[in-house]
């Protein structure tokens, strides 16, 4: 099913927006003949000139990986965080709607507040952030513009080419003889490769919101200690941050099959850079 469906959305014309970003790069290798487009090609904000992209190129499957992911950063920016993340996804799916592609769009477990134990697609978001809200914003313009999309929401996103917690942890590690990590907020951490190559699956879907991470749940804690020997445990109170996260941000995937456990999928990176 998985290779068919690549093959099958391969020979459509895909257009990447971020495609310069840690999700983006893994996307360019699941599709290697798409358009890409960085920032420096593409300010998504600037609807004109989404439109005006989209409908000269008419691909028939957009993908945006852009977004502004600086999570505490929003806090200090939430009229940035609203365009880029909540206003310009509507714009992408307004061109969509016109020239009659299919759009794809991440959103984020940030979007719940963390009070239940799990979310399933159809629960009720209540972001506790400002990068949380944003995205949701981002989910509801989307789907005011066009019923042809698909939002996949995931969660604790790592990989190559950006900023995240295995390559910061690592780095700790060496520097140090105990990394403190926090044990009481709870996810689903989720390889960058693995979702981008879950993503022509999804296109093949029915249009609507899916829920894609790794399988299995842990603590930033049991996620550090599966690729470092020297974690430590400490609770978020010891390390006060401008936006709240939820205590318990555990995506269900309750539409497709799941992906391999996140401990099988941290091995292969960490190994993968070793190599490098
Ligand atoms: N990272 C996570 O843990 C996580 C978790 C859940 C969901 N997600 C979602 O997954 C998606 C991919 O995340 P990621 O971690 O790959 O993000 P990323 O590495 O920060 O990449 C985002 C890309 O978007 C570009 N961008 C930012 N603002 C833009 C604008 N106004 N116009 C055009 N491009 C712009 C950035 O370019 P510049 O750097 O040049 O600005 C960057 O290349 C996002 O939708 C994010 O919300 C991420």
Same mark, same amino acid.
């Given at each position: *099913?998985?290779?068919?469906?690549?093959?099958?959305?391969?020979?459509?014309?895909?257009?990447?927006?971020?495609?310069?970003?840690?999700?983006?790069?893994?996307?360019?290798?699941?599709?290697?003949? +798409?358009?890409? %487009?960085?920032?420096?090609?593409?300010?998504?904000?600037?609807? +004109?000139?989404?439109?005006?992209?989209? %409908?000269?190129?008419?691909?028939?499957?957009?993908?945006?990986?852009?977004?502004?992911?600086?999570?505490?950063? $929003?806090?200090?920016?939430?009229?940035? +965080?609203?365009?880029?993340?909540?206003?310009?996804?509507?714009?992408?799916?307004?061109?969509?709607?016109? =020239?009659?592609?299919?759009?794809?769009?991440?959103?984020?477990?940030?979007?719940?507040?963390?009070?239940? *134990?799990?979310?399933?697609?159809?629960?009720?978001?209540?972001?506790?952030?400002?990068?949380?809200? =944003?995205?949701?914003?981002?989910?509801? =313009?989307?789907?005011?513009?066009?019923?042809?999309?698909?939002?996949?929401?995931?969660?604790? %996103?790592?990989?190559?080419?950006?900023?995240?917690?295995?390559?910061?942890?690592?780095?700790?590690?060496?520097? *140090?003889?105990?990394?403190?990590?926090?044990?009481?907020?709870?996810?689903?951490?989720?390889?960058?490769?693995?979702?981008?190559?879950?993503?022509?699956?999804?296109?093949?879907?029915?249009?609507?919101?899916?829920?894609?991470?790794?399988?299995?749940? $842990?603590?930033?804690?049991?996620?550090?200690?599966?690729?470092?020997?020297? +974690?430590?445990?400490?609770?978020?109170?010891?390390?006060?941050?401008?936006?709240?996260?939820?205590?318990?941000?555990?995506?269900?995937? =309750?539409?497709?099959?799941?992906?391999?456990?996140?401990?099988?999928?941290?091995?292969?990176?960490?190994?993968?850079?070793?190599?490098?």
């Amino acid at each position: *099913m998985v290779v068919a469906a690549i093959k099958e959305v391969n020979s459509r014309n895909i257009m990447i927006f971020g495609a310069n970003g840690m999700l983006g790069h893994a996307l360019r290798d699941v599709f290697p003949h +798409a358009i890409l %487009l960085g920032h420096r090609d593409v300010e998504i904000t600037d609807e +004109a000139t989404v439109r005006k992209v989209i %409908l000269k190129e008419r691909p028939s499957v957009v993908i945006n990986a852009a977004a502004y992911t600086d999570v505490d950063g $929003c806090e200090d920016k939430e009229e940035h +965080a609203n365009a880029v993340n909540g206003l310009a996804p509507g714009y992408l799916a307004a061109a969509c709607s016109e =020239s009659g592609a299919i759009l794809v769009h991440y959103s984020t477990d940030y979007i719940f507040d963390g009070s239940r *134990m799990d979310y399933r697609e159809d629960d009720v978001p209540n972001p506790l952030s400002a990068y949380g809200r =944003s995205k949701l914003l981002g989910e509801q =313009s989307i789907q005011k513009n066009t019923h042809n999309y698909r939002i996949i929401r995931t969660s604790w %996103l790592f990989g190559g080419h950006g900023k995240n917690f295995v390559d910061t942890i690592l780095a700790l590690s060496h520097q *140090m003889p105990r990394v403190k990590v926090v044990n009481d907020q709870i996810g689903k951490p989720t390889y960058t490769v693995d979702l981008a190559r879950k993503t022509p699956e999804i296109i093949s879907r029915e249009p609507g919101i899916y829920h894609i991470t790794n399988d299995g749940v $842990c603590s930033w804690y049991e996620f550090a200690g599966a690729f470092i020997p020297n +974690a430590v445990p400490c609770s978020t109170a010891e390390f006060p941050r401008k936006a709240k996260r939820p205590a318990f941000s555990v995506l269900v995937n =309750s539409k497709t099959t799941p992906l391999r456990h996140w401990s099988h999928a941290v091995k292969e990176y960490v190994l993968s850079k070793e190599v490098i």
